[in-house]
């Protein structure tokens, strides 16, 4: 490996062990997720240059980044013509988790990267990958693989069935068993060690999937539910902590919330749109938890047409959240 590479290496490397003894050097997570919001105002304003600052104050405060806010600086980057910074940004991103396949299907990066610097990406990739693997809990994410795709497949089983009857009586009968025997092992893990998203297992998928199942069994089920509500309070003190994303609690609580309401409501309004007499409660609910306001939103998806940046939105629904007139 040339000494030059090393070096890069070596930097991004000290970045996430500077703080041995520590998980993380600023534990208030709240207080990150509001900064970002902060800065995709900016960027919502195209003042990019500004909100690129704002990130990368950001990136000196906590050891802990997810994986998003690095592409998001890394597009900023190249969109204000900052190519070295974009490219650092890159190398940190693969550190925490992005994969040379996914890079290169992200076609915004394809307008500003050579093929010399696709050569260095790919020289670099095998030890910027194993920063990220050195840094997860193999152990837990291939538990938590294991849970997902048993969840999965359950959840398969229902959908083939075409008759609507008969598919409630499989889950009634099927689920209940198997989604509580999933949240007993994940109450196990949360109390040994933490909450198994991005931060700890490299995933921000799997887990809110098998709590969204969970709390979409049924409105008698999920009434009736302990075990969710015993989690709860644990999610929180793990949103604090960086274990869990806004965007996590905010889907598997929208699930609680709806079925319990028999979908006449939808506190983060993903299940059900928003209107124009509930929109200021949803963004309060929003805020409360460091998720963006819906026009936030809505505005991020405008400079993302315009400029062809990706924000990479939770795409439970597709572009805009639309509010309705009421």
Known sequence: MKIRHLIILFSILYSFTACENEIKKTVDYNKYHS????????????????????????FTEYS????????????????????????????????NGLELKKLKE??????????ADWKKIEEQYEDLRNLFLN?????????????????????????????????????????????EKQLVN??????????????????DVWVSTILSHHNSQGTDYVRKDTLYDFIKPKLIQFLNKGYISPYEIALVEDWKKTVISEWSESPYGYLNPPNTSNISQINKT?????????????????????????????????GKIKIEEK
């Open 35 to 58: 900064e970002i919001i902060l800065a995709e105002e900016l960027i919502s304003e195209e003042k990019y240059k500004e909100a690129l600052i704002r990130y990368e104050k950001l």
């Open 64 to 95: 802990f980044i997810f994986l998003r806010d690095y592409k998001v600086a890394s597009q900023i980057s190249f969109q204000i013509g900052e190519k070295e910074k974009g490219l650092t940004y890159i190398k940190k991103a693969i550190a």
């Open 106 to 115: 992200e076609k915004f990066f394809s307008r500003y990267l050579l093929d």
């Open 135 to 179: 840094r997860i809990n193999l152990t837990i994410e291939k538990e938590v693989r294991s849970m997902f795709e048993n969840d999965q497949k359950i959840a398969y089983e229902a959908y083939i069935i075409e008759d609507e009857k008969e598919q409630e009586e499989f889950i009634t009968k099927n689920f209940p068993k198997h989604s």
């Open 186 to 203: 994940l109450i196990r893990i949360l109390e040994i060690n933490g909450y198994p998203g991005e931060f700890l297992i490299g995933n």
């Open 286 to 318: 929003r805020i409360a938890i460091g998720l963006r306001t819906v026009e936030l939103r809505n505005k991020l998806i405008d400079i993302e047409v315009k400029t062809g940046m990706s924000f990479y939105l939770p795409d439970w629904v597709d």
